[in-house]
């Protein structure tokens, strides 16, 4: 009942399709992904070479097949996808979401991220790969904070769009962590180690299942490769992650 009256309090204040996710230009409910026609050109899509590992954008000046990231650091998970090179239009649209009380803006990202993955493995090839979504958590602080979980509800209406099972956060934060911003690779791995654990119940979930971690940006990996740890050492058989932005290919 709740959720229900809040969303259409949100559809009064924010019209599915009126204004533009990211600048917030007036337009209308043909866009594409809510998009003005500005910014769906200037959203840095992945649809040029990527890492074969985590699934960024690779520069046009590096000519191997995985990113320095990747070359440089082990990762937990099996494999990356992303829709977008994080940068200015892509900030946006997730600042907006995470930090300007726009939980409607979870919506149309899923639904790049659900078109990204129909791309990549076909429609009936989607639901047959995973079976099941793993939204990265948040802690209790920021989700009272937020009030909710942008990954959760972006996972949410992810499997609304593929069929792909959703089954709540099946993870919790076990601890506070420090901003990962400033801090190296090494430092970003070793504040985030041990800070995730199945929740009750879920452990039936995550044995012998290929599952998909949904988070909405993705830098160094750090937080993409607890999870993936976490959820392998339950009984995971696979754990790949799909975000909406992942970092830039810095070439050294």
């Not at 939980?103 to 990204?116: F, K, L, Q, T």
């Not at 190296?184 to 070793?190: A, F, I, M, S, V």
């Amino acid at each position: 009942m709740y959720e229900t009256v809040w969303q259409e309090v949100l559809d009064r204040i924010y019209p599915s399709g009126i204004y533009c996710i990211c600048c917030g230009k007036i337009t209308d409910d043909t866009r594409t992904y809510s998009l003005c026609n500005d910014c769906m050109g200037a959203v840095k899509w992945a649809v040029g070479r990527t890492c074969s590992k985590c699934g960024k954008p690779l520069s046009p000046n590096d000519p191997r097949e995985i990113c320095f990231n990747c070359t440089e650091h082990r990762h937990e998970f099996n494999r990356g996808f992303t829709c977008a090179e994080y940068g200015a239009h892509e900030r946006s649209i997730v600042y907006s979401l995470k930090y300007d009380d726009r939980p409607d803006i979870a919506a149309p990202i899923a639904e790049m991220m659900a078109d990204r993955m129909k791309a990549k493995f076909g429609e009936k090839g989607l639901t047959s790969s995973y079976d099941l979504l793993v939204p990265v958590p948040v802690s209790r602080r920021r989700r009272g904070t937020r009030g909710y979980n942008q990954a959760e509800l972006i996972s949410m209406h992810f499997s609304e769009k593929t069929g792909v099972p959703f089954r709540g956060e099946i993870l919790k934060r076990t601890k506070e962590t420090t901003a990962m911003k400033g801090l190296t690779p090494d430092e970003r791995r070793l504040n985030i180690r041990g800070s995730f654990e199945l929740k009750p119940g879920a452990a039936r979930f995550v044995r012998n299942a290929n599952c998909l971690i949904v988070d909405d940006i993705y830098t160094t990996g750090a937080t993409i490769d607890e999870t993936a740890r976490v959820l392998k050492a339950s009984g995971a058989l696979s754990a790949d992650f799909l975000s909406f932005a992942n970092g830039a290919d810095v070439v050294k």
